[in-house]
């Protein structure tokens, strides 16, 4: 009974005692920049689901061995491994915070390796929805952990960049499985995806192993009491040494204890104390920045990226091809965005983007509407594409994939990476492991019903399916106006204190915290009385050398 109990704690984030042992025997890699891309392999998994089913799912060997699945079954298959994202993305704190991220990575990598196993071996539907499932609680895993890693061990400077390495993972895995799917799509037997199912083992081999490398989050390690490891984590990783601790390193390593002071006053902080007053906001916002990320319609073009340019009049290796420069903008663009996000903020990437998004969406949904004709029975006999520009309306073809290649890359440039940035930043350290899973889980939730929706939207309403994720787009836009603060150039710490102020989203760009304030308004007051301070001091050596701000008459203004 004692072992069952043993284990069963250890199943359920519950054993108290264990301190990963079995990582200290391996040398560890402290890098910020390759300990991000480590950690963001399982935004490669990610990548890779999405893109499997979009490169496989027009191929021949695909349809015929299961039985050429209608759309709402492949709706179903598509979004198993979202749907099983959801629940690990959910889970993922509890093995995070109780054993370590290193952990909850290995729990990613394990799981998808299983998942991987399954879809490759798959000898039925049924086999590739539970293969897919499984994979799917394994990337709920790494989308819960791997950003909330990022964001602890990579100092203020850099947290932008460092956090956005997980989206370019994603649409990396996005754009390498498709090349792969499309070699594949040449052969004739079930090989065709097998193969390239078979490929996404790698990936999971890759963090298996690699994670055993990295060093502990110094923030976990001190929620531990485990200072002295937490101390020599995060001096190596600015290049500096307990023995001779920097001044910068010195004042993170304060900051970190004073945090874990008021973590302890919370020690028993849940999901629930995500909904209170003082964190309702954060959580709406976070949940539903990924909400309408999702909603903009950027999976549609990702899962089912060949099924639109077949209604634009394409097919076989011509849809195949226009695919692939697809995933290519998307991660050029997304390789842009990391170099601009911290010059241009967070706010003018949404509002400028949300705009260009719908009107690309709305211009598909128009030339579609006015350009395309039934195809009784489906284009190459798949009811789902139910409605095609002919071939000899080369411009209107043209005109639908070229609103295609600019939604994503706008969306590239903005919501894709912009979310995934902002979602790590506008919590707390106490809320933001739990903060992050929340919004992560509603990304996969909504990946997971567009997955779903889709097919059964192109074959009933086709091109009117556009215009639902335009006037999404619309909505979500007039939401960011309204609802999301700007968090470019301050620290957690005043984001957090931005929060607390209640400043309205349109005025939090000018926004400084009242230290901040005070720190300036000294610095002008020593300007402007130097030569009085200098003379007073020479006359009266007793006087103080500078005037308390709240005595003078420019300290008791109205801020």
């Known amino acids: 009974m004692s072992k069952y109990n043993t284990v069963l704690s250890y199943v359920l984030g519950k054993n108290t005692t264990f301190r990963g042992k079995i990582y200290d025997r391996f040398p560890k890699v402290y890098n910020i920049i390759v300990i991000g891309f480590v950690a963001s392999i399982s935004g490669l998994m990610f990548g890779f689901d999405i893109s499997s089913m979009s490169s496989m799912i027009g191929t021949q060997a695909y349809k015929t061995y299961f039985h050429n699945p209608d759309s709402t079954r492949q709706g179903g298959i598509t979004s198993a491994m979202a749907g099983g994202s959801v629940l690990g993305s959910i889970l993922s704190p509890i093995y995070s915070d109780a054993y370590g991220r290193r952990v909850s990575l290995h729990v990613c990598a394990v799981l998808w390796l299983i998942g991987s196993t399954l879809q490759c071996a798959a000898q039925d539907v049924a086999m590739l929805v539970v293969g897919r499932l499984i994979a799917g609680i394994g990337i709920g895993f790494g989308v819960g952990t791997a950003p909330v890693y990022c964001a602890e061990i990579a100092p203020p400077k850099i947290r932008g960049a460092i956090a956005g390495i997980f989206q370019l993972s994603v649409v990396l895995g996005i754009l390498i499985l498709y090349y792969i799917g499309y070699g594949a799509h040449f052969i004739q037997s079930t090989a065709a995806f097998r193969v390239t199912w078979g490929i996404e083992l790698a990936p999971g081999l890759a963090l298996l192993v690699c994670t055993f490398f990295l060093p502990e989050s110094p923030r976990w390690l001190a929620n531990k009491n485990r200072w002295e490891e937490a101390t020599f984590n995060i001096c190596k990783m600015n290049h500096t040494s307990p023995e001779n601790i920097s001044e910068e390193v010195a004042i993170q390593l304060q900051a970190m204890k004073d945090q874990v002071m008021n973590d302890k006053e919370a020690a028993n902080f849940t999901y629930r104390d995500m909904l209170r007053k003082k964190t309702i906001r954060k959580t709406i916002v976070g949940m539903s920045a990924h909400m309408w990320q999702q909603l903009s319609g950027i999976n549609v073009m990702n899962y089912y990226v060949v099924y639109i340019f077949e209604m634009a009049g394409y097919r076989g290796d011509a849809a195949l091809i226009a695919g692939s420069i697809h995933y290519c903008l998307n991660v050029g663009m997304t390789v842009i965005s990391l170099f601009i996000i911290d010059r ?216």
């Open 344 to 559: 241009v903020g967070r706010r003018p990437l949404l509002l400028i983007g949300g705009p260009l998004m719908f009107t690309w969406l709305f211009a598909v949904a128009g030339t579609l509407a006015v350009h395309s004709v039934p195809v009784p029975g489906g284009v190459n006999g798949n009811p789902t594409v139910s409605i095609s520009i002919p071939e000899d309306d080369k411009s209107a073809a043209k005109g639908v994939i070229a609103c295609c290649f600019l939604f994503v890359a706008t969306f590239a440039v903005t919501w894709g990476t912009g979310v995934w940035v902002y979602s790590t930043e506008i919590y707390n350290n106490l809320e933001r492991a739990k903060g992050g899973s929340l919004s992560a889980s509603m990304n996969m939730l909504f990946n997971f019903s567009i997955g779903l929706f889709v097919p059964p939207a192109f074959r009933s309403i086709t091109w009117k399916t556009y215009i639902i994720f335009g006037v999404f787009t619309v909505v979500g836009t007039i939401h960011a106006f309204f609802m999301f603060p700007e968090t470019k150039g301050k620290t957690l710490e005043e984001i957090d204190q931005m929060w607390a102020a209640n400043i309205p989203a349109w005025r939090s760009a000018s926004w400084r915290p009242p230290s901040q304030i005070d720190v300036d308004l000294t610095s002008h007051v020593l300007d402007e009385s130097s030569s009085e301070i200098i003379e007073d001091d020479n006359k009266e050596t007793d006087k103080p050398m500078v005037t308390h701000i709240e005595d003078t008459e420019l300290g008791s203004s109205s801020f």
